[in-house]
């Protein structure tokens, strides 16, 4: 067992305060700008503005910008002209790219069984999502989604395309200007994150932390999800295959908790905290009734129209109480 170091302590306790306090206004425009000296580079730490992510999140009209930052899209020490040329790599690979495939994809269709597999489970999944708002404006382009979606999946070796990267990346498209922006973000966000929402890469390692977790904080809860209540929590993937979107009332939302993850505050692999304050929100239905794995689930399910900025302060606070505590040191190498 290993007590975590005062430093993490404080920082953690830092994160989980803003739960009891009014939460500060997100960075605007204005805030943001001023975080830049007359050449563009951060006159600000990266801790300070992950710091401040965390706790007040960011506006709108600078999400994007922000994003590329913490996705890895932009460097940290870049200066404005900098950034500008990377904006042009990146379009004009974005574009070769797209070339490439236009060339190869005769080939991929004759000798590569599961390119065709994929495209068609690419296009089937982009069929089933709602295109327009409830005025019926509509929200994204179908044909760019499943272009980039396609061109993810030949590029992208680590990750092949799983059911639920068609709402990932729809999430993006719905943020960003441009198709390469898109491309390019959902790459980096992948690969920042750890590849946590990719099912051969991440996504068991969480469930398995998941219920080393509880086993550490909940030993109550713990014992009954192995008997009465065994499956439940092997059951939960979706959670981190979609990163929680399903779980949100809103984009902004899941906006809001995808940066908290970008930036890697107060720990790494935070959606296992955020998965553990979910199954809290039904823990005392689930011992008071006595539940099965299967009702465990569906009242798992249930969990919708969730307010972001609520459950990152109560995951903030398991994280506080964690590293009080005599931590096992596979927790603490997961999570530090």
Not at 194 to 222: Q, Y
Not at 262 to 281: D, E, H
Request: hydrophobic share 40%; charged share 25%.
């Amino acid at each position: 067992m290993t007590t975590l170091s005062p430093e993490n302590s404080l920082s953690a306790r830092q994160s989980a305060s803003f739960i009891l306090v009014k939460r500060k206004p997100p960075i605007d425009k204005t805030e943001w700008d001023s975080f830049f000296d007359e050449n563009g580079h951060l006159a600000k730490s990266r801790d300070f503005i992950c710091v401040n992510i965390l706790e007040r999140g960011l506006h709108p009209t600078v999400r994007t910008e922000a994003w590329k930052f913490l996705t890895g899209y932009y460097s940290w020490q870049s200066s404005q002209d900098e950034r500008l040329t990377v904006d042009s790599t990146r379009r004009k690979n974005y574009e070769a790219l797209c070339q490439m495939y236009q060339k190869i994809q005769p080939l991929l269709e004759n000798l590569h069984r599961n390119f065709i597999e994929t495209r068609n489970n690419i296009t089937y999944d982009i069929k089933k999502l709602y295109d327009k708002d409830p005025l019926g404006n509509v929200l994204l382009d179908k044909k760019k989604l499943e272009k980039i979606l396609l061109l993810s999946y030949v590029c992208n070796t680590q990750a092949e395309y799983q059911q639920g990267f068609h709402e990932m990346v729809m999430i993006f498209q719905l943020m960003l200007e441009h198709d390469h922006e898109t491309f390019w973000l959902f790459q980096f966000f992948l690969q920042k994150t750890e590849h946590s929402c990719v099912i051969n890469i991440g996504v068991g390692k969480n469930l398995d932390m998941l219920n080393t977790l509880i086993d550490f904080l909940d030993p109550v809860f713990a014992e009954h999800l192995k008997g009465k209540g065994a499956g439940a929590v092997p059951s939960l993937f979706p959670w981190f295959c979609l990163c929680f979107q399903r779980a949100f009332k809103t984009f902004d939302d899941v906006w809001r908790l995808w940066e908290v993850l970008l930036t890697g505050k107060p720990c790494r692999n935070f959606q296992v905290l955020v998965a553990y304050s979910m199954l809290q929100m039904v823990r005392p239905q689930v011992l008071q009734e006595s539940m099965t794995g299967d009702d465990i689930l569906l009242a798992c399910n249930n969990l919708i129209d969730l307010d972001a900025d609520e459950l990152i302060s109560a995951a903030c606070i398991v994280y506080a109480e964690l590293i009080q505590k005599d931590v096992p040191q596979s927790l603490k190498d997961f999570f530090l």
